[in-house]
């Protein structure tokens, strides 16, 4: 059984930053493509960032240069590093994992900033 679990999330001020993971567990990750989405109060889900099993990056273009996706194989564990945070972050965060035509999720951290 797939399960992805997102940790991490919280209340943090504009500036600020968090560091949120997902401990991804029934899944080989070779191969396979990682991403973290987003979906504010409202709003449809959106992408933020991929990382691809040969570690090549995608970026959606408000968090470029403020957030960084990695992966741990080994551990089974891809996070995001989130810097100079800003209101406009504030959303449920979740991973996705892609095996074929099946897009597996988590249950979402939810990442408020806010003085």
């Known amino acids: 059984q797939v399960q992805l679990v997102e940790s991490g999330g919280g209340l943090v001020q504009p500036g600020g930053s968090l560091r949120i993971s997902c401990a991804i567990s029934g899944i080989t990750f070779s191969g396979k493509a990682m991403g973290w989405y987003r979906q504010a109060p409202g709003n449809q889900r959106e992408l933020v960032a991929v990382?691809?099993?040969?570690?090549?990056?995608f970026y959606e273009d408000s968090v470029k240069g403020r957030f960084t996706i990695s992966r741990d194989d080994a551990k089974g564990t891809l996070s995001l590093q989130m810097n100079n945070l800003k209101p406009e972050d504030t959303a449920v965060y979740y991973c996705?994992?892609?095996?074929?035509?099946?897009?597996?999720w988590g249950k979402g951290t939810l990442v408020t900033v806010s003085s």
């Open positions: 990382i691809t099993s040969s570690l090549n990056t």
């Open positions: 996705n994992v892609k095996w074929g035509p099946t897009d597996f």
